[in-house]
């Protein structure tokens, strides 16, 4: 009783540990010079952006204008009259970036309760298949506390914080998605996900695993393995009757739960219709929504700011011939489509690991990708350190992320600062970022497999066994 007491006075002690030292490196928010850095800040998320189209708005002109901002207007309004008020003695932007530690604080708390459920959820399968003998097994390792830990501590999700990029509240968007999946709240999955979807589009592809996620339930191994332990012969003892009243049937099948699926679908068309009203009055004055579908969706769909970045697209588009460009943008984008339906097929009984495929792999092929992105992913990753335990190339994968992390400051001063380099230094960087990003989804959904796999052996050699016996 003693450690349960003490275990979340850790937390939280670790948590405000994590608030404290982002507020000290507010302080020195001037000096870090973070904002300014291409792999914090992107077209899309840059506050010093989004500050100047309030400004624009303030002055009775479109948002848009000047292709600066290329935010949601929702965004701009809330955060807009934050960006002109100041604190004395403090630096300007300081309750922006107040915003974002809550809004950290938030994201960790959600990815520790969805990992709680999915700690109850593994362990109760891992009960029925025989792998625990008890729910006070100390073999399961606490995902949720690892996740929100992961998140608050991760250097990237500190540089997003401190970077005054808006990565935050587009991570806690997604990250209250699948909370609400996953704790049946469909009306706070569907808000969600469409908040996340209009702040940065790709987000959509989330609806996938939500669905799944609503009709079948939190992740589990397929059914297959459980009917692995149901004992080949039909015995008439009390003690066989007894053993296979608790375990599922050979006919057993999951139902979809079409109704909660058409609730779900119900509320993220509530929700998609009452942003756009919301986006449209915000926007009546300069050009309504056909402005703000051109200045966000077609901005990220046509890739016109071809400023560097952590990815791969802005050098390839600055290279390619004009005649050769909307096909290369049509291959580019249509890469994370046909991933989707694969994927959904070969994971559709584990949709929270689904989503965080998702999530990877957009955030690799996403025409403005940031360290907010992989801060997202790492920390959904967090959630399935049980079943990911025996993963290969970690190490390797860890020393990759540190030292990819490391060589881009000094390969950007290289190329943009002394001149003693070139655009390639920084792009070669920005080919091995997205080298370990691929190596690490494979990986991950490689070990995934491979765990069912031995879920499998195991359920075939049990019940083998057993009906020796």
């Known amino acids: 009783m003693a450690e349960e007491q003490k275990k979340p006075s850790r937390f939280w002690i670790w948590a405000m540990a994590s608030v404290i030292f982002r507020l000290i490196l507010i302080l020195f928010q001037e000096n870090l010079n973070l904002s300014s850095r291409p792999e914090v800040s992107t077209p899309l998320t840059s506050l010093r952006r989004l500050a100047e189209g309030y400004w624009l708005k303030q002055s009775s002109m479109s948002p848009y204008a000047g292709s600066m901002y290329h935010g949601s207007p929702l965004l701009l309004s809330v955060l807009g009259p934050l960006t002109v008020k100041r604190i004395e003695g403090l630096p300007n932007h300081v309750l922006c970036s107040l915003v974002f530690v809550i809004a950290d604080i938030f994201s960790a708390l959600l990815l520790r309760a969805t990992g709680q459920k999915l700690q109850m959820a593994y362990g109760m399968n891992s009960r029925l298949l025989g792998l625990l003998k008890s729910s006070r097994d100390r073999g399961i390792l606490p995902c949720g506390d690892i996740a929100a830990f992961m998140y608050l501590w991760n250097p990237f999700t500190i540089f997003s914080c401190v970077g005054l990029s808006t990565s935050p509240i587009e991570n806690l968007a997604v990250i209250l998605s699948l909370y609400g999946a996953v704790t049946r709240r469909v009306p706070l999955a569907a808000f969600g996900l469409v908040m996340a979807t209009h702040l940065s589009l790709y987000p959509a592809t989330l609806a996938i695993p939500i669905t799944i996620l609503l009709g079948y339930g939190l992740d589990a191994p397929p059914l297959k393995l459980f009917l692995h332990t149901q004992p080949m012969k039909d015995e008439d003892s009390s003690t066989s009757a007894t053993s296979t009243q608790s375990k599922p049937k050979r006919n057993t099948r999951i139902p979809f739960l079409w109704r909660t699926v058409m609730h779900f679908v119900f509320w993220v068309m509530v929700w998609s ?30 890739i016109e700011d071809l400023s560097p970045n952590i990815g791969v697209f802005w050098y390839f588009f600055a290279e390619v011939f004009d005649f050769f460009r909307n096909f290369f943008l049509v291959v580019f984008h249509v890469n994370i489509l046909f991933m989707l339906l694969p994927l959904a097929i070969r994971l559709k009984h584990r949709p929270c690991f689904l989503a965080f495929v998702y999530v990877a792999i957009s955030s690799i092929l996403k025409s403005y990708p940031s360290v907010g992105d992989s801060a997202l992913y790492l920390s959904l990753w967090a959630l399935f350190v049980n079943e990911l335990a025996d993963m290969k190339f970690s190490f390797f994968l860890f020393c990759g992320y540190l030292g990819i992390s490391l060589l881009s400051p000094v390969m950007h001063n290289l190329w943009i600062w002394r001149g003693t380099g070139n655009a390639n230094f920084y792009f070669g960087n920005a080919i091995g970022y997205a080298f370990f990003q691929i190596v690490f989804v494979v990986e991950s959904v490689s070990a995934m497999l491979n765990h069912d796999r031995k879920l499998k052996r195991f359920t075939s050699n049990a019940s083998v066994q057993e009906v020796k016996n």
């Open 273 to 302: 219709l009452y942003v756009l009203v919301l986006c449209g009055l915000s926007l009546k004055q300069h050009g309504g929504l056909d402005e703000m579908f051109k200045r966000t969706y077609g901005f990220i769909l046509s």
